[in-house]
Nanobody, 125 residues
Framework: QVQLVESGGGLVQAGGSLRLSCAASGRAGSLYTMAWFRQAPGKEREFVSGVSWIGSLSTTTTRYADSVKGRFTISRDSAKNTVYLQMNSLKAEDTAVYLC??????????????WGQGTQVTVSS
């Protein structure tokens, strides 16, 4: 089993920045893809950004939703089993609960076996 714990959410003014963290524990070594999703009230969950890796090949790939490209940056600290989402130039429409998902397959963004509880991000305009 893997446990995911998100942190870093909060209230920020439009144009500001936040950094979210998602720490994996348990059998974190079985993971090959981690991603951030978000869900706003009355809307469906949407993909925000993801990172996938193959440690033996030192290969890491990243993916972003069009709505956050150029503003958000995803990164991973393998030693800490933690993925970060640096969010800059935040907009009111970025307001949502941000959830971290993790999967056991490289570059597969269709299967996430584990989910965190989510962290609230609120951007005031």
């Amino acid at each position: 089993q893997v446990q995911l714990v998100e942190s870093g959410g909060g209230l920020v003014q439009a144009g500001g920045s936040l950094r979210l963290s998602c720490a994996a524990s348990g059998r974190a070594g079985s993971l090959y893809t981690m991603a951030w999703f978000r869900q706003a009230p009355g809307k469906e969950r949407e993909f925000v950004s993801g990172v996938s890796w193959i440690g033996s090949l030192s290969t890491t790939t990243t993916r972003y939703a069009d709505s956050v490209k150029g503003r958000f940056t995803i990164s991973r600290d393998s030693a800490k089993n933690t993925v970060y989402l640096q969010m800059n130039s935040l907009k009111a429409e970025d307001t949502a609960v941000y959830l971290c998902g993790a999967g056991r397959y490289y570059n597969d963004y269709g299967r996430f076996d584990y989910w965190g509880q989510g962290t609230q991000v609120t951007v005031s305009s």
